[in-house]
Nanobody, 115 residues
């Protein structure tokens, strides 16, 4: 069992930056990959970024060049650095972790970008 705790969301003006963190506890040594999705009101959950335990990363085209994902395996934490934020980035951001065949989700953290 893995528990995920996200932090770092908030309100920021367009053009600003935020850094989201997601710390895993429980059985983090077996985590294969961690990443982020986002879900805006009335919309489906969308992929944002993914990072594997061997350092490979993948970023959604919609945020490529503005968002960066990184992992600290020693701290079992994944980060999402969000720069040049736009109002359309406003969403709830959910962290996930893949352990075996199971995907665990965090509770979500709200990011609001004002114009």
């Amino acid at each position: 069992q893995v528990q995920l705790v996200e932090s770092g969301g908030g309100l920021v003006q367009a053009g600003g930056s935020l850094r989201l963190s997601c710390a895993a506890s429980g059985s983090p040594f077996s985590i294969k990959a961690m990443g982020w999705y986002c879900q805006a009101p009335g919309k489906q959950r969308e992929f944002v970024a993914h990072a594997t335990s061997d350092g490979s990363t993948n970023i959604a085209d919609s945020v490529k060049g503005r968002f960066t994902i990184s992992r600290d395996n020693a701290k079992n934490t994944v980060y999402l650095q969000m720069n040049s934020l736009k109002p359309e980035d406003t969403s709830v951001y959910y962290c996930y972790a893949i352990l075996g065949a199971t995907t665990y989700w965090g509770q979500g953290t709200q990011v609001t970008v004002s114009s």
